[in-house]
């Protein structure tokens, strides 16, 4: 008996209603029960690839999440992008060396139950790849061709997320199976570089097998050729980089060389495929972030989500932005240390040489700013009220019974935050139902690519190319093309390199890809007994030693009185509207900029924005991360099973021994 399911298996493939059989359920349940009629038909190898599809992307429900199969915001929450409580890796106060605290996404060991972890997948991959041209002997070329194009890049998007989590780890291209005496499966860890080799080689596959687009409305938003070869220009950029190269100061070096070819390549093909950069104004910029299940030029790799209510991948993200006055989740504080980060409408730094005034920090800013972040009197609408404006100041008064201060939120706004994170927010969210939302998520934007290239030609030396394409990202979103769109005049590779890095703090804000920037040039810290002196060569100021900022605004006058008060702004403030849409937007940002002044004080939070527990007591903390945990070891229980496995260098292995894998070579 057939029974209907519904999965809107979206990471990357077309949303769609897909009838899957209880039968082939169970056949793919356990590891020794492939069906051998499985590729006989193009319904059931459907079903199967469609099951690769959500094995992988399922968790994919908020731009802020990331790792194929896991997808937490772990690691965003280690970056200077959200505050809050201190993670493990980034705890002042912990030491993780041993192999019971490395990431435990690599899996324990093949077992003969189901189970949705790297090596299944892979081996889910594997099976197609080897079983489906002899199986599926009589389906037709272009199917099977596709069929495993996909599967591919499903299989080289897997080894990447495990080189760049663990550095080398064991190819496998065949179906495993568990077994105590087959020595056959014992597989060692490979070098990182002869895994990129695999998956460049997958990529290349992926790119020959794979059409330049799908049919919109039923298969938009699987993989195409563009996809895979602008995936290539991701995997040598970060092979480049200096955590695996060691050699990446040399501006002759191969590697930089490989991956500019590799992402000027992408370029082309995707342009010629149709693909580009959406729009020519910060508003079209925004406009693109908040599109439902809409075929988007700017697209490479987008997870499309479903507002249904049930079986479904929903967007998270909305709910989770969304402010308590408008019925979400409370919104996403903006640390202090983001909300100064944006450049200036003209496109050079906030600094106070440069007229920025913290306090007032949403004068004159970049036009990206009031797309990315909301604040007091910001028009941020949904559904039911598209003029909503939100606030999220508070007051103070004295209780004249309890001699007490007392605090209130008048809107029950309490971010730590003067600003909060809208971007990637549509203005036809249903308050009713944020968690529910349909907009889809991009995981590769062209833009992202263009910032590649322009990475590898900082690296090259090549500085003029490399503003070229900056000036590319900024022109899309309205900067003035003064003085090279305010990037202005950089000394040399090292200055370009630091711009690069810059403007995708910018551009890719909160879009899950910040951890993996920081990761890959190393910048939490300098080590050089380790070979790590990349802030001080970028004159980066390390992560190390920061905290992510929050702060309150609260109302200057203080009353008395038995019983709570009017809020004392509520008349003062509906005269206050900002909207980057309005024609008059200056002159709103001004009457703001007096309100401020006249009305509003910024104070501490009692609970910092980055905290620890300690003891029974909450207090602040800095980030600390260690050397080490730039790549993770493996676990104790992946060591044990599998004994002729290394432990990565840095790490202690199951005995205490510190490990010798070379994650570098």
């Known amino acids: 008996m057939n029974k209907n399911i519904l999965l809107y298996l979206i990471a990357f493939i077309a949303l769609s209603v897909t009838s899957c059989s209880d039968q082939f359920l169970k056949d793919t349940e356990n590891y020794g029960s492939y069906s051998t009629d ?18 992988y992307f399922g968790g994919y429900n908020s731009p802020i999440k990331d790792v194929s199969g896991l997808y937490t ?7 200077e992008e959200m505050g809050g409580t201190i993670n493990n890796l980034i705890n002042p106060t912990m030491t993780l060396i041993n192999a019971a605290d490395c990431s435990s996404y690599y899996g324990t060991s093949l077992t003969s139950s189901a189970t949705n972890n790297p090596y299944s997948r892979i081996r889910d991959c594997n099976y197609l790849l080897l079983e489906i041209d002899a199986l599926g002997k009589d389906l037709p070329q272009t199917f099977r061709n596709t069929s495993k194009g996909q599967t591919y890049f499903l299989r080289a998007l897997q080894y990447y997320d495990l080189i760049r989590t663990y550095g080398g780890v064991p190819i496998v291209t065949t179906v495993q199976t568990a077994s105590a005496t087959d020595t056959s499966i014992k597989t060692p860890r490979s070098t990182t570089s002869e895994c990129v080799t695999r998956i460049l080689a997958d990529l290349d596959s992926a790119a020959i097998l794979l059409p330049t687009s799908w049919t919109a409305g039923t298969d938009y938003g699987r993989f195409t050729k563009g996809a895979a070869l602008a995936e290539k220009s991701r995997v040598l950029l970060t092979y480049a980089s200096p955590l695996f190269n060691t050699d990446w100061d040399n501006s002759s070096n191969q590697r930089w060389k490989d991956a500019l070819a590799a992402g000027l390549a992408a370029e082309t093909e995707l342009t ?16 693109m972030f908040s599109q439902s299940n809409t075929v988007n030029k700017e697209a490479i790799m987008i997870q499309l989500c479903s507002s249904a209510l049930t079986n479904a991948i929903n967007n998270g993200w909305e709910s989770s932005i969304r402010l308590s006055s408008q019925k979400g989740s409370g919104g996403v504080s903006a640390p202090k240390e983001m909300i100064d980060l944006f450049p200036m409408a003209n496109g050079s730094r906030p600094t106070v040489a440069n007229s920025y005034v913290d306090s007032l920090f949403f004068l004159n800013r970049d036009p990206r700013f009031y797309r990315t972040f909301a604040f007091n009197g910001c ?3 949904h559904k039911a009220r598209s003029s909503a404006t939100v606030w999220s100041y508070r007051f103070q008064y004295i209780n004249s019974t309890t001699n007490k201060a007392v605090i209130v939120y008048p809107d029950n706004n309490q971010l730590k935050s003067p600003a909060f994170v809208r971007k990637m927010s549509s203005a036809a969210a249903d ?15 062209y833009a992202e690519l263009l910032l590649n290239i322009a990475e590898c030609y900082a690296a090259t030396g090549d500085v003029a190319n490399c503003i070229a394409y900056l000036s590319k990202i900024r022109a899309r979103v309205g900067i003035p093309a003064a003085n090279n769109y305010g990037i202005g005049t950089l000394a040399d590779k090292y200055a370009a390199i630091e711009a690069c890095l810059y403007e995708r703090r910018v551009e890719l804000a909160y879009e899950g890809k910040r951890f993996w920037d920081i990761q890959r040039w190393m910048l939490y810290n300098d080590d050089s007994s380790n070979g ?6 970028l004159g980066i100021s390390p992560i190390n030693g920061t905290a992510r900022t929050g702060n309150y605004w609260q109302e200057k006058k203080i009353s008395t009185s038995a019983k709570q008060p009017t809020d004392p702004l509520l008349s003062t403030r509906s005269a206050i509207s900002i909207d980057p849409d309005a024609s008059n937007f200056s002159t709103q940002l001004t009457a703001l900029a007096n309100f401020y002044k006249t009305y509003l004080v910024r104070v501490p939070c009692e609970v910092p924005l980055d905290n620890i527990t300690s ?7 800095t980030i600390l991360w260690r050397q080490n945990y730039y790549i993770q070891g493996l676990t104790g229980t992946v060591l044990i099973n599998n004994p002729w496995l290394t432990q990565t260098k840095l790490w202690n292995d199951a005995y205490g021994t510190l490990g010798t894998f070379d994650y570098q070579q």
Do not use: P
């Not at 010629?272 to 406009?287: E, F, I, N, P, R």
């Open 38 to 55: 499985l590729f006989t038909n193009q319904t059931e190898t459907g079903w199967f690839i469609d099951k690769m599809y959500y094995n």
């Open 532 to 537: 790590n002196t990349t802030c001080a060569k």
């Open 272 to 287: 010629a495929d149709g693909y580009g950069l959406y729009g020519s104004s910060a508003k079209d910029w925004a406009t």
């Open 379 to 381: 028009v941020w609408g």
């Open 73 to 79: 915001s772990d690691h965003t929450s280690m970056t």
């Open 615 to 621: 003891g029974s007591t909450v207090v602040a903390s």
């Open 431 to 445: 308050s009713s139902a944020f968690a529910y939302s349909a907009t889809q998520i991009y995981e590769y934007r």
